[in-house]
Nanobody
């Protein structure tokens, strides 16, 4: 089992930047990919980005060109650099982990085994 803890959320004006981090602990050796999702009030949790341990990255169209996901292999953490933030980026951001990461499932909540508690991002 993998434990995930997100940090770095906060409030920012439109056009600003934030950097989220997700610290992983536990049985992390089996990790194949880490994902970021977000959830706005009253809406379903939506996929943002996925980072594979081979360095492959995938992004939702809504964040492509503005967000960058990366991994610090030494600290076993994953970061999400968010630039040019928009009010519609507001929500609770969650990181997730899986050891299978089938392509057809990386964009859905059910494709990940472990989840963090989330960190709030508010863009005004």
């Amino acid at each position: 089992h993998v434990q995930l803890v997100e940090s770095g959320g906060g409030s920012v004006q439109a056009g600003g930047s934030l950097r989220l981090s997700c610290a992983a602990s536990g049985n992390t050796d089996t990790t194949l990919c880490m994902g970021w999702f977000r959830q706005a009030p009253g809406r379903e949790r939506e996929w943002v980005a996925t980072f594979y341990t081979d360095g492959t990255r995938h992004y939702a169209d809504s964040v492509k060109g503005r967000f960058t996901v990366s991994q610090n292999s030494r600290s076993k953490s994953v970061s999400l650099q968010m630039n040019s933030l928009k009010p519609e980026d507001t929500g609770m951001y969650y990181c997730a982990q899986d050891h299978l990461c089938e392509w057809r499932f990386i964009r859905v909540v059910g494709g990940y085994q472990s989840w963090g508690q989330g960190t709030q991002v508010t863009v005004s």
